[in-house]
């Protein structure tokens, strides 16, 4: 007589992003898997799963967020130890992938460090990642298994759509995003402009030209991630420069690093809206900055891998940016 194997499916998260963990797992219905993970005095960790993970379809959510070595670490013995533990299928669930700006050499001796993270996650055991608006598309051409890449572009566009807005321009803030702010400019079907910047130095933006009419528009900046906000407020600059009468600015990912925030507390930029793929603390939460969660679309992409069903459908089409 043969016995039928039931599927099973493990949500686990890591110490980055407890709070998305959590509302991933209520999203699907499951509670979240049983694990302690703690520090030795001389700062290495230790993690070990207090639940049989045999035969399971596990998804490890693990932000690469500050401090990113440790938080890369952590979620590679996550996965280690359920390969370890015989789990059946192990998924990465990595909303921002760290090191992602690294995807090739620009200088001579450079490493790729993209591509380095790629290979570490495919050895300690990920069968699958899935991850949210990588900073270059060709990132999940890294791995050697499947790479579900999702966008946060319905939630950013669907939040801009419900203010209602009018006359309004979408910009790109360099030629890298310009795919990107063309899905954006036909979402809420409104014209886009594009703007001409260079980078003297690393977290350093310089814009040079703006092409495209901003003049008496409202202006809404899309971009994947907010760093040092050097970018962002130089482009709410220039626009205000050339004639915007209101900017917004919408990005995935809130690094927001160094002196981020009072630069966008001092910019012309009206409102900052970003997800929670990065935890935002709260001394950073300022009014200028609305923060949206992308677990409902993260809980929704794991429940379709898990039963083998098409991502693709859920962000319509979207998730080849």
């Known amino acids: 007589m043969r016995e039928v194997t039931r599927k099973r499916l493990l949500v686990c998260y890591g110490t980055s992003c407890p ?106 055991g990920a069968d699958r990642v ?72 690393k977290n350093v933006a310089e814009v040079l030209h703006v092409i495209g009419e901003v003049e008496g528009k409202i202006a809404v900046i899309i971009d994947d991630m907010v760093d040092t906000a050097g970018t962002m407020v130089e482009a709410a600059t220039a626009l205000k420069k050339r004639g915007a009468v209101e900017i917004y600015a919408c990005a995935t990912h809130p690094i927001l690093s160094g002196s981020a925030i009072e630069r966008i507390r001092q910019s012309e930029i009206r409102e900052m809206i970003v997800t929670n793929t990065l935890p935002v603390p709260s001394d950073k939460k300022i009014d200028k900055i609305t923060v949206l969660s992308i677990a409902p679309l993260l809980a929704d992409t794991i429940t379709a891998v898990f039963k083998d069903e098409s991502v693709s459908e859920i962000v319509g089409g979207d998730n080849q940016l």
Request: a positive charge; glycine letters at 6%.
């Open 19 to 124: 709070e998305l963990g959590e509302e991933i797992a209520t999203g699907i219905g499951i509670a979240a898997g049983k694990l302690e993970i703690s520090r030795f005095s001389n700062g290495e960790i230790y993690v070990r799963f207090l639940e049989s993970v045999r035969g399971a379809d596990a998804f490890v959510i693990q932000t690469m967020a500050e401090p990113v070595n440790d938080n890369i670490m952590e979620m590679l013995l996550m996965m280690d130890a359920l390969k370890r533990a015989s789990a059946k299928r192990i998924t990465a669930v990595v909303p921002y992938y760290g090191y992602s700006r690294q995807d090739k050499k620009s200088l001579s001796r450079e490493p790729i460090s993209a591509r380095l993270v790629a290979d570490i996650l495919s050895k300690a």
């Open 130 to 201: 899935l991850s949210v608006d990588l900073h270059a598309g060709q990132i999940q051409g890294f791995f050697d298994f499947p790479v579900d890449h999702i966008t946060a572009l319905p939630i950013l566009a669907g939040f801009i759509a419900h203010k209602n807005l009018k006359d309004i321009v979408v910009v790109s803030p360099d030629a890298g995003r310009v795919k990107v702010a063309m899905r954006f400019a036909d979402r809420l079907h409104v014209p886009m402009a594009i703007l001409h910047k260079r980078r003297p130095d």
